[in-house]
């Protein structure tokens, strides 16, 4: 059982906006300004999209924006396209430990 | 552009140590203040952090690993390792080395290896 929580899935038609949540407790997500998500495409590493909660690295297209509600943090992925199909997870910093989420699979419909 | 390749062998039998080793490329594993970490994912499962290295030589574990894991940096090789004793058919994973961004308080793997299936089996 994954520390924080995801839904498995989630679906969108392209030009969509999809959420995705991820609820910890305040002894993490809650906690701490440092909620990360990353792309994962079959067969890959995953990819940084989005570090302490709504920072962007380089290269990463501002339709993936990070927001955070006490011990909820979110994913948004605004004009979805077709290579957004892929597993996505979030992590969070929580006292000298890292924790992932479960993952959520997007499907663009 | 950094580089991270994982290294070391596919097969590990059960109650022995397996050992990895990540080898940096395209920059000094001790320039800068950057941190480096272990990541792994079992078979169709999610992502499992393992513990990660800092720049200043403290290392963060897992706290369900901790009593198996060691992490250490070989600086001339530009290299750092992994090694997880008495391992079972549960370690069976890819394992991922990875580069923090920034502190390591921020949990943020920026840059990832291609990651190395190990397998647990007599």
């Known amino acids: 059982q994954s520390a924080l929580t995801q839904p498995p899935s989630a679906s969108g038609s392209p030009g969509q906006s999809v959420t995705i949540s991820c609820t910890g407790t305040?002894?993490?997500?809650?906690?701490?300004?440092?909620v990360s998500w990353y792309q994962q495409h079959p067969g890959k590493a995953p990819k940084l999209l989005i570090y302490?909660?709504?920072k962007r690295p380089p290269g990463v297209p501002d339709r993936f924006s990070g927001s955070k509600s006490g011990n909820t943090a979110s994913l948004t992925v605004s004009g979805l396209q077709a290579e957004d199909e892929a597993d996505y997870y979030c992590?969070?910093?929580?006292?000298?430990?890292?924790?992932f989420g479960g993952g959520t699979k997007l499907t663009v419909l | 552009q950094l580089q991270l390749q994982e290294s070391g062998p596919g097969l590990v039998k059960p109650s022995e140590t397996l050992s990895l080793t990540c080898t940096v490329s395209?920059?000094?594993?001790?320039?800068?203040?950057?941190?480096w970490g272990w990541i792994r994912q079992p078979p169709g499962k999610g992502l499992e952090w393992i513990g990660s290295l800092t720049y200043s030589g403290s290392t963060y574990y897992n706290p369900s690993l901790q009593s198996r894991v060691t992490i250490a940096v070989d600086t001339p090789k530009n290299q750092f390792s992994l090694k997880l004793s008495s391992v079972t058919a549960a370690d069976t994973a890819v394992y991922y080395c990875?580069?923090?961004?920034?502190?390591?308080?921020?949990?943020?793997?920026?840059?990832w290896g291609q990651g190395t299936l190990v397998t647990v089996s007599s």
């Open positions: 305040s002894s993490d997500v809650g906690g701490y300004n440092y």
């Open positions: 395209g920059g000094s594993i001790s320039s800068g203040s950057y941190n």
């Open positions: 990875a580069r923090h961004r920034g502190a390591f308080i921020a949990l943020a793997f920026e840059f």
């Open positions: 302490e909660v709504i």
């Open positions: 992590s969070s910093y929580a006292a000298n430990k890292g924790v």
